[in-house]
């Protein structure tokens, strides 16, 4: 059984040479200007989603594995957790290759992706590091060597999580936890549409009233929120088209305009969103597809000139006006003149409280600068 676990898993020679192969395609890929075209460096760049899921599982689960074995480091599971820890090491060189192979696309926010490239490379340098201190361990038997291996380690795995979390930024944006979030500022509720396109039209002239067009717009950009922002937001930019702006959205991608104001038929927006759910060009992509509803939606929004007021960017959803409000006073009482002591009044009057006496400056600022 030993023998055959062995077989399996790489040993420290195969690793070795792994990473410095690794490293020198690395520093090729990080110091070229782009990568060619070629079919299969695209074939492998689109493997990085799932290689980095092997470089994940192995990592941390060689850290928590660890953990079993805080108070006895010559413990059974030793040999697995350096083969589990020695194949994470590989998975990670080569989901750093992979992504570094996609990240050529140029689909995505160059800012969000450095953050995401250099915790990669970072973590998985420290991976390599973790696996050869640990083998240093155990074949010379320097066990002042074991704290430096589990920090290294818990980095490891820690660094894992960092970049993941970076990872699933640029593929389902940056808001893809927050947004869940009622206190969240990106919250968005989940989307459950009132908008009744059948009443709008029986009101609808020939030309759409301010709030109309307010109303019909609010209700295009919750349909690009919720199904288009992951690919073509402000993290992820696929095929250069962003549909969170008005001059983004116009402007178009890098094949052109998407939409032609008063003409559905021509515009490549509409004619994607149609396309049946498996086809390359569908979007939403991965097999989702719009309602009927919305699909009607944007249709009749493009047929009325693709209406979209200035000024709205900053917010999706319409915002209460922040009117300055005067609240009506309490009756006079005494000589009470200024409004927080009538309100203060009131209160005490209603809770039969009496009014305590004045008290000295001194004593007023040391109250109000206690800490409670």
């Not at 070229?32 to 075209?37: A, D, I, L, V």
């Not at 009101?203 to 019909?216: C, I, Y």
Request: hydrophobic share 45%; aromatic share 12%.
């Amino acid at each position: 059984m030993k023998n055959s676990f062995k077989s399996i898993f790489p040993g420290r020679k195969t690793v070795i040479v792994i990473s410095i192969v690794g490293a020198i395609f690395l520093l090729q890929l990080m110091f070229s200007g782009s990568t060619s075209n070629f079919w299969f460096w695209r074939f492998l760049g689109r493997l990085h989603p799932l290689v980095i899921h092997f470089s994940v599982g192995f990592l941390l689960l060689a850290a928590v594995l660890e953990l079993f074995t805080m108070k006895n480091f010559s413990s059974s599971l030793r040999p697995g957790i350096k083969m589990v820890l020695a194949a994470g090491v590989v998975a990670a060189v080569f989901s750093v290759l992979f992504g570094l192979l996609l990240s050529k696309e140029g689909d995505y926010e160059q800012g969000l992706i450095g953050i995401h490239k250099w915790i990669g490379i970072a973590t998985t340098f420290l991976g390599v590091c973790t696996w050869l201190v640990l083998t240093r361990i155990l074949r010379k038997n320097q066990v002042n060597l074991v704290k430096l291996y589990r920090g290294i380690l818990f980095f490891s795995a820690i660094g894992v999580a960092v970049a993941g979390h970076f990872g699933a930024s640029l593929t389902h944006g940056g808001d893809y936890l927050s947004a869940t979030l009622p206190w969240s500022p990106g919250y968005i509720e989940a989307r459950s549409s009132n908008f009744d396109l059948v009443s709008f039209k029986k009101e609808d002239t020939a030309q759409l009233t301010k709030k109309q067009v307010g109303e019909l717009n609010v209700e295009v950009r919750a349909i690009f929120a919720h199904s288009c922002y992951k690919c073509h937001g402000p993290e992820k930019i696929k095929g250069d088209l962003r549909l969170d702006r008005k001059d983004m959205i116009f402007k178009g991608g890098k094949d052109g305009p998407v939409i032609v104001p008063g003409n559905p038929g021509e515009s490549e927006l509409f004619r994607r969103v149609n396309l049946p759910s498996g086809h390359d060009d569908a979007m939403p992509s991965e097999g989702k597809k719009l309602s009927d509803n919305d699909i009607a939606i944007l249709n009749f929004w493009i047929e009325k000139g693709a209406p979209w007021p200035e000024g709205v960017e900053k917010s999706l959803y319409r915002v209460a006006e922040m009117a300055p409000r005067n609240p009506p006073l309490p009756p006079a009482s005494g000589n009470l003149t200024n409004p927080i002591d009538k309100w203060t009044n009131q209160y005490f009057e209603k809770n039969k409280i009496k009014w305590p006496k004045v008290v000295d400056d001194r004593t007023f600022l040391r109250r109000v600068t206690l800490d409670i």
